[in-house]
């Protein structure tokens, strides 16, 4: 029996949700109509009438604003003109199922089988069906995870998705024996393998060997072990690669191996802990802490829906600090999204797009959602507009974890247990690994909609809670996450030495009626695999269900070097751990660097009044006030942060890196910072990499960082590897990685790639520009002595820490009068470095009073952020500020963006000692604190060229995103 | 030996500022232990044996139907005549953020009369974002855990259902007569504050609330977030003249009062 339950606030209550709703429908352009929002829950199970009286009455409203109705015979009478009324699909995760069986049961309610919730919009306004349409698909819904109740008063009979258990089934068996190499390719394609035709031979040949043919399940296994996703066969396999097409080629084996690995090895730096074998890179951190960081994307679900990709890429990102050695606890976030500008009319979109703002939104609440829920502070990220993002959104989830020493070595002994936590299995996200490796097209949203999930981050934080108690006790030799790939990716690493026998059939199953081979290879969030000596099994299970997480012994690690899998006692899979691992063909890919020709920026004529620029340059989406998103993160729960994202005495200027303590009560902590700068990636790879090395060290410099103890990872987002000119800059890029890495000294320790990244429409594929994010953690000895952007107090002198060069090329300068222009900014590695540490030796000496790196609308942008972060004006010399170039004009060098330069303020008594530290650098005194309002840069003649008031420049900064 | 202040800090699925209450509670000298609801229940710990009782913030089962709903359930169903034995024994219960909500929605708070249900709410914020935001805060009233608290302190708020509601006018009446009111939102200089000064439009600015007794305390502010100076959001333009910040003190009474009143 299921009943329907609607619960309605009472008249006169304000309903904020309805009003947001509101404003979202009149941003489509339509008159804001009055909307009311009811929630509605449907209850099957032995339930009686009084019981659903308490249900609602105890459980499900608020008595104080809410009133509830059940058991309606006709729809209600709203008055509303109409009522449309959005359910999940059947198979996605409602979230508030569990908790409100939950609840129903803590009632002494026993009979609670399943609940389904639903969103009833009851819309007041003038709307066509067409219009109603629009709004229910832009506003109201996202089809891949949701569908509109043709009528509510209709009640199901049931609500489950439970089909009959699986007892009786046959073992699916792929005919590859006889198969020639056009139905190779053809299995590959039906079964959504992605395996190209060399790989389809290999695997033909290895069951030939066996003398049988493939199970599903067994091919399905070596798909996912050999996806780009999994396997890196693009950064680890072979490159010929030219820089033109008549070059000989430089064969490049492994570009990983050469590039990125090759940097940390050779600087052999003894706090790099565990680099690149582990889900995270580790760095030393205290006598008894490690600290671990990862960041990861998830493109190609938050292309599709933006909130749930989201929201499963940080679930996932955090599980990956969870499966780091032993386990890690995380203690911060840090997130980067690369969107098309949300002006961008719905014309412009590749069909099957959904619009940036919808994305934007999407993905952030995504963000939102599961890192305040796991009570992980979201304390760092950057947000990058550039048009050739509207087919492909980039999201990039960061995760910082603390372990104590010695707990980052797992390692999985012959005879340990297979033991799942965490969320039960059902068939979510099937299909996530291979699909993340193949391109978008406007088919996508139908063929992968199993790949896209919502995430149940409360699931998580049980799971967090659970595992740090069991990893105190020390009763597990090795874990990792279930990410892309399930069981199989996560039981096919940790058995590569030991071999596994599974008993898929012990896998708890969110409803009855899975495949096997659909438990193996779902992607259910939230769940992590152990290895657990069986002697300790016993108190294992008994951590976990104390926090009422779900642990289930799926079979052992037992030493066949086998992969064998079971259902229902009959096995449907036998697979040699070394053929799965090892036996990859291969590959090489051609690939082709050619120097794009570009046109020279055209300067304007010289203007002596650049206030105007300012003012763009503020409001450039890039460079603009993040404020609206930042504060919808918790960035302060567990009570570490330091210096926050945003500081000033009205708590809104932009901080660089962000600083937490590793512990509360200890004076160690981490900066945390990402660089990223698509536009100078248009105009060279590898001095977009060089760059975006020298972005995120300096944020780290200018809070109080040491260049000694920074390390790095990489992300490349890049488009089809399988083309030579998309693969040749991805190398060119690998290598200003290395170059910057060596120079600086400061290794990888971890890094991910996301290829594909291209939008297939009509034939033409649109590529994103090759992108990398550069994200660094630096360790800060003394949180205490670090130092903030804002200017503090008038009188103290202005410095300019740095020389700056006519590199317009990629600026925002040039971006708002629509150039990208050819100059890009470099990087002069030994005069950086000597910089950094200077600046170090100032800050540790108490010498500066604030300090901001100069990055995205170059000079300009930090003296006018610093002035109006602080409340204080400003005077400025230009005249003085050190410079290298051809054309010195007052545009140049405000707005170039120049790498390794700063702005310091500095008190009168401290002056001194800063040019001593100084000595032979590039730093000059360019200007004065002031207490007025007034921000004035004087230009090369001595004549002001900027002259605003810095009320009025923040709130061109601030209102873009507000 | 000097007996210790001992404090239970609550927590289940979804609690996440145990840690950060507990380390408070802890640097100022009281014994804490973190417990799971289930081991109350279970009976493996027994509430009689503390002093202090915190509910932490958090998004205790996701926050699910409504925030802190399931779990205030499970203490007025499951351990209210042992929550009621400890308010009659003197002592003390602070809930913070989460914990408010908890206390009010299993009518602890504003608990004029015990018994009469819920008679106040924390609702959907008036902006229908969680925000995280540094307020000002008005202290008055006749709580234990605000004595000599400064006129005026700062502390952060982080929620999207803090928008305190009395279930009737009466109630509101009643609780600023009783002096049950403890903090406000104001603005930077203690006038009447708007948004985002008031940042989720609660009614009567009001931001925290004792009971009659004055031993019970709800606030959606987080002090234990700005427990040490260095959690101030501007603490780089400030002369530290404490390690600790505006926060500390709220937590310094509660240890301070079971030391006077209860531990002899």
Known sequence: MIWRVEVRQKDGVLDPIGASVARDICELGFDAPDVRVVWVYLLEGDISREEIKRIAGELLIDPVVEEYSFDLKRPPQSGSRHVIEIAYNLGVMDPVEASTIKGIRDLGIMGVKAVRTARQYHIDGQFSDKELGLITNRVLMNKLVQQVVGDPSHIPASLGLSGPPVSKFDVLVVDLAAAKDRRLMEISKAGQLYLNLDEMRAIRKYFKKEGRNPTDVELETIAQTWSEHCRHKTFRGTIRYRESKTARPRIIRSLFKTTIAAATSKLNKKWCVSVFHDNAGIISFDKDYNVCFKVETHNHPSALEPFGGANTGVGGVIRDILGTGLAAKPLCNTDVFCFAPPETPAADLPKGALHPKRVMKGVVSGVRDYGNKMGIPTVNGAIVYDKHFAGNPLVFCGNVGIIPRGKEIKRVRQGDLVVAVGGRTGRDGIHGATFSSGELTSASETVSSGAVQIGNPIEEKKVLDALLKARQAGLYSAITDCGAGGFSSAVGEMGEKTGARIDLDRAPLKYQGLKYHEIWISESQERMVMAVPPENIERLLKIFEAENVEAAVLGEFDGSGRLQLFFHGQQVADLDMSFLHDGLPQIVKEALYQKTALKKEKLPRRSLDLTPELCAALGHYNVASKESVIRIYDHEVQGTSVVKPLVGPCTDGPSDAAVIRGRLGHPQGVAVANGINVRFGMIDPFWMAASCVDEAIRQIIAVGGSLDRIALLDNFCWGNPDKPDRLGSLVRCAQGCYKAAMSFGTPFISGKDSLYNEYTHKGKSLAIPGTILISAIGHIDDVGRCVTMDFKKAGNSIYAVGTTADDLGGSIYLENSGQLGSCVPKVDFKTASRIYRALERATKAGLLASLHDCSEGGLAVALAEMAFAGGLGATVLLERVPYKGKQRREDVVLFSESNSRFIAEVPGSQEKALAKIFKGLPLAKIGTVEAGPEFIVYGLKDKPVINARIDELKEVWKSPLR | ?264
């Open chain 2, 1 to 264: 030996m000097i007996p210790n202040v001992k404090v239970i800090i609550i927590r289940t699925a979804g609690t996440n500022c145990n840690e950060e209450t507990s380390f408070a509670f802890r640097s100022l000298g009281a014994s804490v232990e973190e417990v799971h609801i289930k081991a109350l229940i279970d009976g493996a710990r027994f509430l009689r044996d503390y002093h202090i009782l915190a509910l932490p913030g958090g998004f205790s089962y996701g926050d699910d139907i409504a925030s802190g709903r399931i779990l205030a359930n499970e203490l007025r169903l499951k351990l209210l005549e042992d929550i009621r034995q400890f308010i009659r024994e003197g002592k003390l219960i602070i809930g913070i953020c989460n914990g408010f909500q908890i206390l009010t929605k299993a009518g602890i708070l504003p608990g004029l009369e015990l018994n009469s249900g819920q008679e106040a709410t924390l609702f959907y914020n008036d902006s229908a974002k969680f925000e995280d935001r540094w307020v000002h805060l008005k202290v008055e009233g006749r709580c234990v855990w605000t004595r000599s608290l400064p006129q005026q302190i700062y502390l952060p708020v982080a929620h999207g259902e803090g928008k305190f509601i009395p279930r009737d006018r009466q109630v509101l009446e009643t609780l600023a007569a009783n002096g049950q009111i403890a903090l406000r939102y104001c603005s930077a200089d203690g006038g009447r504050p708007s948004y985002p000064d008031n940042p989720n439009g609660s009614m009567e600015n009001i931001a925290g609330l004792c009971d009659t007794t004055g031993r019970i305390l709800g606030l959606m502010p987080h002090p234990e977030r700005h427990f040490l100076f260095e959690q101030h959001p501007f603490w780089t333009r400030l002369a530290k003249k404490s390690p600790f910040g505006d926060g500390a003190k709220i937590f310094e009474n509660g240890i301070n009062y079971v030391k006077e009143n209860l531990l002899h």
